[in-house]
T-cell receptor
Framework: GAVVSQHPSWVICKSGTSVKIECRSL??????MFWYRQFPKQSLMLMAT?????????EQGVEKDKFLINHASLTLSTLTVTSAHPEDSSFYIC???????????FGSGTRLTVV | QKEVEQNSGPLSVPEGAIASLNCTYS??????FFWYRQYSGKSPELIMF??SNGDKEDGRFTAQLNKASQYVSLLIRDSQPSDSATYLC???????????WGLGTSLAVNP
């Protein structure tokens, strides 16, 4: 089945620094990738939708300059949290839709802690 | 009205019983429906998807879709303690194909 590899699985960074999270589709080409954030005991919140070779579409309330998304190839999308602050600490998860459009596969998630 | 509604639970069933999880939605144009399972601290994993009215079975899981009544359900037969998790209902809406999520139902299967 479709596999999405997400790295790192956890990261601790200092306030004010930037963190990059990678999401790779291993055995299929992902035309569209989705980035979610999930706070403890809350549901998934879609942050943005990225399509290969074009700009990401951000959900209302998500700062595009803070959460930089790059989807330069059909197998790789990255999310960079710039100038991270403690309130950005969360569980970030990517999801890819395969080209057949039948399913949405999730990466294993990245737990970000900003200290 | 929320776009996708689920009873937050917790739903508690004894081991071996059938767990029934329900989801209603508001957008009649919704095309595809998904059930995901999420364990605490983990990312969601797809259980099954359904497009057409009726039932779809996969092992111990059966998804049921009724577009006229705008609900989709998931039945888990012979529930096991390892099925204890949050079950998320999602549907596909709009041309950009993003998923619209329910808040999830917490299921506890008691040994």
């Amino acid at each position: 089945g479709a596999v999405v590899s997400q790295h790192p699985s956890w990261v601790i960074c200092k306030s004010g620094t930037s963190v990059k999270i990678e999401c790779r589709s291993l055995d299929f080409q992902a035309t569209t990738m989705f980035w979610y954030r999930q706070f403890p005991k809350q549901s998934l919140m879609l942050m943005a939708t990225s399509n290969e070779g074009s700009k990401a579409t951000y959900e209302q309330g998500v700062e595009k300059d803070k959460f930089l998304i790059n989807h330069a190839s059909l197998t790789l999308s990255t999310l960079t949290v710039t100038s991270a602050h403690p309130e950005d600490s969360s569980f970030y998860i990517c999801s890819a839709r395969d080209m057949a459009g039948k399913g949405y596969t999730f990466g294993s998630g990245t737990r970000l802690t900003v200290v | 009205q929320k776009e996708v509604e689920q009873n937050s639970g917790p739903l508690s069933v004894p081991e071996g019983a059938i767990a029934s999880l329900n989801c209603t939605y508001s957008d009649r144009g919704s095309q595809s429906f998904f059930w995901y399972r999420q364990y605490s601290g983990k990312s969601p994993e797809l259980i099954m998807f359904i497009y057409s009215n009726g039932d779809k079975e996969d092992g111990r899981f059966t998804a049921q879709l009724n577009k006229a009544s705008q609900y989709v359900s998931l039945l888990i037969r012979d529930s096991q303690p390892s099925d204890s998790a949050t079950y998320l209902c999602a549907l596909n809406a709009g041309n950009n194909r993003k998923l619209i999520w329910g808040l999830g139902t917490s299921l506890a299967v008691n040994p």
